[in-house]
């Protein structure tokens, strides 16, 4: 049996949104039974999920635990100090008592915590979820963002310590090997993936009819013509949520019969009241918060089409999630969408992250539903299945072991 720690604050058991959070938890739930996981987080409920106590997890096979070492905001809100600085102070003390120590693999999701383990001779592999050259664009919100030039400063010799690095974006796979030329095989492009157990298409006509009823009650629609637009993310600067309500108040113009639905939640939330309020769009906008997977599907498969206004992404899961409903995809071109959505096939792209750009194009997808819904859609977000994906992982922790 190979064991392997996995470090990140997150709480698998909790409704965190966020796309790193859904990646771990995948790992987790489709994990071999001979890879054994243990999830170093963070508790997003401290009563039900105390901190320093092991916790099983029900939706993984049996050999998968996770132990909160501190907690977390439930919304993801960030407090004054940074989450991944507490986390590391707890995991620090962890460390002191041994309670790593019987691990034969750590795998990481960002740099910081492997200065803890820099001097660690097991094996290392770390996962980035983002093309971190973007804490140098103006509308990241990454803290780094502030000092750049110190985050690169310290990335190079705490990957040094790294065997193996998985990335979610092409593009960062090109510089590290670009940068790292005698290391060509030392970085893998891994995409992220989505749970087909959780996100599919309704199983019937008739059902998912019943979730578009169930849906228009609970958001007070009383038109049966009326279309909903949805939107899954945190409410914060890298989403962009404010170019959304704005592109909608546009298209609100030409098409009176639509209703916008955000479900996340973040700094941004009371922004985003002000601006549907100061538009006169507040009645169209419902703002759902933070829900469940399980909820989550159902509202896509209930909905008409999905719109991703973010300014910087890496894969985003929200957009596989989407797609393997059936529901085609509105989207600002960053990250991996352009090798995901394909203009006029399962959805639009953006030519510019601009408000005419997006509402253009949300208003050339309504106008194309009937050809962009279902199937396009399902066989976009086939080869992200979790068995199609996660191997590389797992071969990776195989082959490890065996050293």
Same mark, same amino acid.
């Given at each position: 049996?190979?064991?392997?720690?996995?470090?990140?604050?997150?709480?698998?058991?909790?409704?965190?949104?966020?796309?790193?959070?859904?990646?771990?938890?995948?790992?987790?739930?489709?994990?071999?039974?001979?890879?054994?996981?243990?999830?170093?987080?963070?508790?997003?409920?401290?009563?039900?999920?105390?901190?320093?106590?092991?916790?099983?997890?029900?939706?993984?096979?049996?050999?998968?635990?996770?132990?909160?070492?501190?907690?977390?905001?439930?919304?993801?809100?960030?407090?004054?100090?940074?989450?991944?600085?507490?986390?590391?102070?707890?995991?620090?003390?962890?460390?002191?008592?041994?309670?790593?120590?019987?691990?034969?693999?750590?795998?990481?999701?960002?740099?910081?915590?492997?200065?803890?383990?820099?001097?660690?001779?097991?094996?290392?592999?770390?996962?980035?979820?983002?093309?971190?050259?973007?804490?140098?664009?103006?509308?990241?919100?990454?803290?780094?963002?502030?000092?750049?030039?110190?985050?690169? $400063?310290?990335? %190079?010799?705490? !990957?040094?310590? *790294?065997?193996?690095?998985?990335?979610?974006?092409? #593009? @960062? =796979?090109? /510089?590290?090997?670009?940068?790292?030329?005698?290391?060509?095989?030392?970085?893998?492009?891994?995409?992220?993936?989505?749970?087909?157990?959780?996100?599919?298409?309704?199983?019937?006509?008739?059902?998912?009819?019943?979730?578009?009823?169930?849906?228009?009650?609970?958001?007070?629609?009383?038109?049966?013509?009326?279309?909903?637009?949805?939107?899954?993310?945190?409410?914060?600067?890298?989403?962009?949520?404010?170019?959304?309500?704005?592109?909608?108040?546009?298209? $609100?113009?030409? %098409?009176?019969? !639509?209703?916008? *639905?955000?479900?996340?939640?973040?700094?941004?939330? #009371? @922004? =985003?009241? /002000?601006?549907?309020?100061?538009?006169?769009?507040?009645?169209?906008?419902?703002?759902?918060?933070?829900?469940?997977?399980?909820?989550?599907?159902?509202?896509?498969?209930?909905?008409?089409?999905?719109?991703?206004?973010?300014?910087?992404?890496?894969?985003?899961?929200?957009?596989?999630?989407?797609?393997?409903?059936?529901?085609?995809?509105?989207?600002?071109?960053?990250?991996?969408?352009?090798?995901?959505?394909?203009?006029?096939?399962?959805?639009?792209?953006?030519?510019?992250?601009?408000?005419?750009?997006?509402?253009?194009?949300?208003?050339?997808?309504?106008?194309?539903?009937?050809?962009?819904?279902?199937?396009?859609?399902?066989?976009?977000?086939?080869?992200?299945?979790?068995?199609?994906?996660?191997?590389?992982?797992?071969?990776?922790?195989?082959?490890?072991?065996?050293?």
């Amino acid at each position: 049996m190979c064991r392997i720690a996995i470090f990140h604050p997150t709480d698998p058991l909790g409704n965190v949104p966020g796309g790193i959070e859904s990646i771990i938890r995948g790992i987790l739930k489709w994990s071999p039974p001979d890879l054994q996981y243990t999830l170093f987080g963070a508790t997003s409920d401290a009563i039900a999920r105390p901190v320093g106590r092991e916790q099983p997890l029900p939706f993984a096979p049996g050999q998968s635990r996770f132990v909160p070492v501190t907690t977390v905001d439930s919304a993801g809100r960030r407090g004054f100090v940074p989450a991944i600085v507490r986390y590391m102070q707890a995991l620090r003390r962890r460390i002191g008592s041994g309670q790593c120590d019987r691990f034969d693999i750590l795998d990481f999701h960002r740099v910081e915590p492997l200065w803890l383990f820099r001097n660690d001779a097991r094996p290392k592999n770390i996962i980035l979820h983002q093309d971190m050259s973007a804490i140098r664009d103006e509308n990241c919100d990454i803290m780094w963002r502030h000092a750049p030039w110190l985050y690169e $400063l310290v990335e %190079r010799p705490l !990957l040094s310590h *790294v065997d193996h690095i998985f990335a979610v974006r092409q #593009s @960062a =796979v090109a /510089r590290y090997r670009r940068s790292y030329p005698k290391r060509p095989d030392w970085v893998s492009f891994m995409p992220t993936w989505v749970d087909i157990t959780v996100f599919s298409p309704a199983p019937s006509a008739e059902i998912r009819e019943r979730l578009r009823e169930a849906l228009r009650r609970r958001l007070g629609i009383s038109d049966p013509e009326m279309k909903v637009l949805v939107t899954v993310g945190r409410l914060d600067k890298q989403k962009d949520p404010l170019l959304l309500i704005n592109a909608f108040n546009e298209v $609100l113009r030409s %098409r009176r019969k !639509l209703h916008l *639905v955000l479900i996340g939640d973040g700094l941004l939330r #009371s @922004a =985003v009241e /002000r601006t549907c309020v100061a538009l006169g769009v507040r009645a169209a906008v419902s703002l759902l918060g933070v829900q469940p997977s399980t909820t989550i599907a159902d509202v896509l498969r209930a909905s008409d089409l999905f719109v991703l206004s973010s300014a910087y992404e890496g894969m985003p899961i929200a957009v596989l999630e989407a797609l393997a409903t059936g529901l085609p995809v509105v989207s600002t071109n960053v990250g991996e969408i352009p090798s995901i959505v394909q203009d006029g096939i399962n959805g639009a792209v953006c030519s510019t992250r601009t408000v005419e750009a997006l509402s253009e194009a949300m208003i050339r997808c309504l106008s194309a539903l009937p050809s962009l819904s279902g199937d396009p859609c399902e066989r976009s977000a086939t080869p992200y299945h979790p068995d199609k994906v996660l191997h590389l992982l797992y071969a990776n922790h195989r082959q490890q072991g065996q050293r």
